[in-house]
Nanobody, 123 residues
């Protein structure tokens, strides 16, 4: 098993930036593919980005492509999501998740989840 804890959320103006972190503990972090998801009030949880175990494969949702960057540092057991050029529609709770299965954008295939960190973008 792996435990995940997100941090780095906050309130930012449109056009601003944030860096989210996902600290992992328990089983070796590099064992897992990692994803970031978000959920806005009244909406379903949606895929943001994922990264393979050693970073060779990365995919982004179209809505964040060119603005967000996913990365990981296995030596530090930490994953990251850099959020740039933020828009009010990016407001949501952001979750990191881990899966031992193949890379996927479907949240149902991720076994481990953090508690989430709130990102609020004001206009």
């Amino acid at each position: 098993q792996v435990q995940l804890v997100e941090s780095g959320g906050g309130l930012v103006q449109a056009g601003g930036s944030l860096r989210l972190s996902c600290a992992a503990s328990g089983r070796t972090f590099s064992t897992y593919n990692m994803g970031w998801f978000r959920q806005a009030p009244g909406k379903e949880r949606e895929f943001v980005a994922y990264i393979s175990q050693f970073g060779a494969n990365i995919v982004y949702a179209d809505s964040v492509k060119g603005r967000f960057t996913i990365s990981r540092d296995n030596a530090k057991n930490t994953g990251y999501l850099q959020l740039n050029s933020l828009k009010p529609e990016d407001t949501a709770v952001y979750y990191c998740a881990a899966t031992a299965m193949a890379l996927t954008s479907s949240p149902g295939y991720y076994s481990y989840w953090g508690q989430g960190t709130q990102v609020t973008v004001s206009s």
